[in-house]
Nanobody, 124 residues
Framework: QVQLVESGGGLVQAGGSLRLSCAAS????????MGWFRQAPGKEREFVVV????????YYTDSVKGRFTISRDNAKGTVYLQMNSLKPEDTAIYYC?????????????????WGQGTQVTVSS
C-alpha cells in the first residue's frame, strides 16, 4: 500500500508559479513511477506528466511542455511539480498517482494509488 498526499496548491495570477508536492508513505516510493493528473470542473481527468522510478525518464502532455517540470526525491519519498507561466486553463484539481508498471502510462486506469488532490486556481 502507498499513501499519497498532495500539497502546494492555491490561487495565483496568470503568469505566476506554484510548486506542488506529493508525499508518499508506505511501500518504498522508488518502486513506482509517479504521475500527475488534473481535473477541471465538468471535464475528465487529464494526464499531465509522469516520471520513472529513478527519475531518468519523463513524459509530458503537450500543453505543459516548457512550463511544468516534474522531479522526485526518493530519499524523501516526495515528487514535485514545478508549474511556471501558469494560465487560467491550468485551473483544476491536481492529483498525484503511483504506477507499479514499468511503462510510463498516461491513462488513469494504469495507476494503482491516488492522492486526494490539491486545488490550483489561476486567475486572469
Amino acid at each position: 500500500q502507498v499513501q499519497l498526499v498532495e500539497s502546494g496548491g492555491g490561487l495565483v495570477q496568470a503568469g505566476g508559479s506554484l510548486r506542488l508536492s506529493c508525499a508518499a508513505s508506505g511501500r518504498t516510493v522508488s518502486s513506482y513511477g509517479m504521475g500527475w493528473f488534473r481535473q477541471a470542473p465538468g471535464k475528465e481527468r487529464e494526464f499531465v506528466v509522469v516520471i520513472s522510478r529513478r527519475g531518468d525518464s519523463t513524459y509530458y502532455t503537450d500543453s505543459v511542455k516548457g512550463r511544468f517540470t516534474i522531479s522526485r526525491d526518493n530519499a524523501k519519498g516526495t515528487v514535485y511539480l514545478q508549474m511556471n507561466s501558469l494560465k487560467p486553463e491550468d485551473t483544476a484539481i491536481y492529483y498525484c498517482a503511483a504506477t507499479s508498471g514499468w511503462v510510463l502510462p498516461a491513462i488513469p486506469g494504469r495507476y494503482d494509488y491516488w492522492g486526494q488532490g490539491t486545488q490550483v486556481t489561476v486567475s486572469s
